[in-house]
Structures are given as structure tokens and as C-alpha cells.
Nanobody, 121 residues
């Protein structure tokens, strides 16, 4: 069983900063952080930032230069540092890991429970 626990969301004024964390725990054969996604009210879930196994990163155009994704493989924890937050960044943020619960099990996606980020103008 894999559990993902997110933290760090909250209410912040425009121009402020937040840092999200997502920690994977439980019993698994392999687990790898893939990225952060968000879903604004009335909109579909969208990619915010992803990171490859080699450490290459890719960001949504709307957050480039403001957000930074990182991970600590030893701790199975991922982070999203969000600076210069704007009201349009408001939404529920989800972390995504991919892994196997056992050596014979399928490689599958795991999602955090979501953390609310609200940016006031």
C-alpha cells in the first residue's frame, strides 16, 4: 500500500509564497515522483510541473519563473515552491507518483489527497 500525504497549502495574498510538500510512505517495491498538477474550480486538472528520472523539469507556461519543483529521493518526498502567487493560481494541488507496490505488481500512478491553495487579490 502506498500513501501520499500533501501539506503546505493555504490562503495567501497576491505576490506571496507557499511551499507544498508531498511524502510517500507505506510498503512498495518502487516509487518515483512524477509531478504536480492542479485543478481550478470548474476546470480540468492541468500539469503544473513535472520532473523526469534524470532530473529534467518542465513547467506550465503560466508558472515558469515563479514555481520550482524538487524532490528528495532518499525521503520519497517532493516539493513545489511557489513564488509571486497570483489569484489565477488558486486551486487544489495534487502530487503524482508512479511505482509498484510489489515486484510482480503493475507500474501505476498514485495521487495525493490534494491541498487547497487560495490566492487573494
Amino acid at each position: 500500500q502506498v500513501q501520499l500525504v500533501e501539506s503546505g497549502g493555504g490562503l495567501v495574498q497576491s505576490g506571496g509564497s507557499l511551499r507544498l510538500s508531498c511524502a510517500a510512505s507505506g510498503t512498495f517495491f518502487s516509487i518515483n515522483f512524477r509531478g504536480w498538477y492542479r485543478q481550478a474550480p470548474g476546470k480540468q486538472r492541468e500539469m503544473v510541473a513535472i520532473i523526469t528520472s534524470a532530473g529534467d523539469t518542465n513547467y506550465a507556461d503560466s508558472v515558469k519563473g515563479r514555481f520550482t519543483v524538487s524532490r528528495d529521493n532518499a525521503k520519497n518526498t517532493a516539493y513545489l515552491l511557489m513564488n509571486s502567487l497570483q489569484p489565477e493560481d488558486t486551486g487544489v494541488y495534487y502530487c503524482n507518483f508512479r511505482g509498484q507496490s510489489s515486484w510482480y505488481g503493475p507500474n501505476r500512478d498514485y495521487w495525493g489527497q490534494g491541498t487547497q491553495v487560495t490566492v487573494s487579490s
